[in-house]
């Protein structure tokens, strides 16, 4: 069983005021979590991949998806998330694109397929944290994105 958003706000990456907002929220409730989901150019959608290339394949999904979720206890640190399609040693290229990670932040895994994941500390700015996930998502995604997203927020 599927479990469903609880609520889902577009937003575009000109604001990030209602996001930040909700981090913040949720960071507070020390539960939760948000899904962010891009919308890829017209024109550059990706086919449907195969089962074979679903199985095979070295890589993730061609659009990223990126998640954050807030520390589940006072002092412990959020993590963040992003599945996609670039392939392995995402910070590297990430560093390349001048995202390295935060000072004080960790990388937990970095895999081809299941996607880079990493953690801040719980006192992270919800601003700074937002703005880097996207952008990181931006710079590992192969189809270019329009900068407009849907946050799927599980309150639970």
């Not at 017209?42 to 290339?53: I, K, S, Y």
């Not at 998640?67 to 599945?83: A, F, M, N, Q, S």
């Amino acid at each position: 069983m599927a479990i469903k958003p609880t609520e889902e706000l577009p937003f575009s990456e000109d604001d990030l005021t209602l996001i930040e907002t909700v981090l913040a929220q949720l960071t507070e409730a020390g539960r939760g979590w948000v899904n962010f989901t891009p919308e890829v150019e017209m024109g550059h959608e990706p086919p449907p991949r195969n089962l074979l290339a679903t199985i095979f394949s070295a890589r993730g999904e061609p659009v990223p998806l990126a998640t954050w979720t807030p520390p589940d206890e006072p002092g412990h640190r959020c993590t963040l998330g992003i599945e996609h399609g670039s392939g392995p040693k995402a910070i590297a290229r990430l560093i390349e694109h001048e995202l390295p990670l935060e000072p004080g932040w960790f990388k937990v895994v970095d895999h081809p397929r299941r996607g880079l994941v990493v953690t801040a500390p719980a006192t992270a700015d919800p601003a700074n944290v937002v703005w880097w996930l996207l952008a990181a998502s931006h710079a590992l995604s192969p189809v270019p994105l329009t900068g407009d997203w849907l946050a799927k927020i599980y309150r639970n």
